[in-house]
C-alpha cells in the first residue's frame, strides 16, 4: 500500500460544491486536477488522510460521506458565514475585526436614523450580490427589516480571498471600463466589477489586519472577505464561503491547496 506522500493528489483530495453546477466548484477541480463529489449516487467514502475541500455547502447541503477524512471548511462553519447576522455575531469579542455597528431591534435603527445615520437594512439575510439590500436616507424611507447595519462611506472596496488564516489574492471593486467588462473580472450589477489586483500591497495595511482577524474569528479554511477602506480605517462587511474565482486566483487557490495536502 502507497504511503500517504506517495499517493496522488486525486486520491487524497475531492471537491464538494454547495450546487454541482457551481462554476468556482469546478474550476478549482479542474485546476487542482482531481474528482468533485456528486450529491446523488455518489459511492465514496471518505478515509484517515484523505480531504474534502467543501465549497460552500451548509448543514444542509453537505451530504458527502467523510467518514475519517478532513473536511477543509466545515458545513456549520459555512451556515455562520452566509448568514449575515450569524456572522456579526461570531465577530465579537478579543481581537474581533472592524465591522460595521448593526443592530436587528427596529427600534434602535429608527433611533439611528433620527441621529442623522443612513442605514444599510438586509431584507434577506442570505441574500448575495446586494439582493435584499436597502439604503434608507430618511424615516420615511424605513422598512421593516431582521438586521439593520450604519453605512460606512466607501473610499475603495475589495474582496479579499483567504487561504489558511492569510491573504491569497485581492480582487478591488472599481466602475466598469465604458461598460466593456475585463475578461478576468467579476460582473457586480450593471456598473461594478471586482478586478485582479496586480501588486496586492496597494490594498491599505488596514484591510489586511481586519480580513486575517475576521478569518481567525469564523475559522474558514478558504474564503472571500467584503472589506471597505473608509480613507482612515478598514471594515469588514461579510464572507463569501463560494466566492467567484478567476482564472489566475484558482490557480493560486489550486497551488496552495496542492501544496498543504502535500505536506501532510
Not at 26 to 34: M, N, P, S
Not at 125 to 148: M, R, S
Request: net charge positive.
Amino acid at each position: 500500500m502507497k504511503g500517504l506522500n506517495a499517493m496522488a493528489l486525486d486520491e487524497r483530495l475531492w471537491v464538494f460544491g454547495y450546487k454541482m453546477a457551481s462554476e468556482s466548484a469546478k474550476l478549482l477541480a479542474e485546476k487542482l486536477d482531481v474528482w468533485m463529489i456528486r450529491h446523488e449516487g455518489s459511492t465514496w467514502q471518505g478515509k484517515k488522510g484523505q480531504y474534502v475541500l467543501n465549497w460552500g455547502a451548509g448543514t444542509g447541503v453537505y451530504c458527502a460521506r467523510s467518514g475519517y477524512a478532513t473536511i477543509l471548511n466545515r458545513p456549520e462553519l459555512i451556515d455562520i458565514a452566509v448568514n449575515k447576522w450569524s456572522f456579526f455575531r461570531r465577530m465579537r469579542g478579543d481581537n474581533a475585526p472592524r465591522c460595521p455597528f448593526w443592530t436587528t431591534d427596529q427600534e434602535q435603527a429608527k433611533a439611528w436614523l433620527a441621529g442623522g445615520e443612513t442605514l444599510v437594512a438586509r431584507t434577506r439575510l442570505e441574500g448575495a450580490k446586494g439582493d435584499g439590500i436597502v439604503v434608507i436616507n430618511k424615516p420615511v424611507d424605513f422598512v421593516p427589516a431582521p438586521l439593520y447595519t450604519i453605512k460606512v462611506d466607501i473610499q475603495s472596496e475589495y474582496r479579499v480571498y483567504m487561504f489558511d488564516g492569510d491573504v491569497i489574492d485581492v480582487r478591488q471593486k472599481l466602475l466598469a471600463k465604458n461598460g466593456i467588462p475585463d475578461p478576468n473580472g467579476m460582473r457586480y450589477g450593471e456598473q461594478y466589477e471586482f478586478c485582479q489586483m496586480q501588486d496586492l500591497n496597494e490594498m491599505p495595511a488596514d484591510c489586511w489586519t481586519q480580513a486575517k482577524r475576521a478569518i481567525n474569528k469564523l475559522g474558514l479554511f478558504t474564503c472571500g472577505l467584503d472589506v471597505i477602506w473608509d480613507g482612515k480605517k478598514a471594515w469588514v462587511l461579510e464572507a463569501n464561503s463560494a466566492p467567484y474565482l478567476g482564472g489566475k486566483t484558482a490557480i493560486k487557490y489550486a497551488n496552495a491547496i496542492k501544496k498543504y495536502v502535500e505536506a501532510r
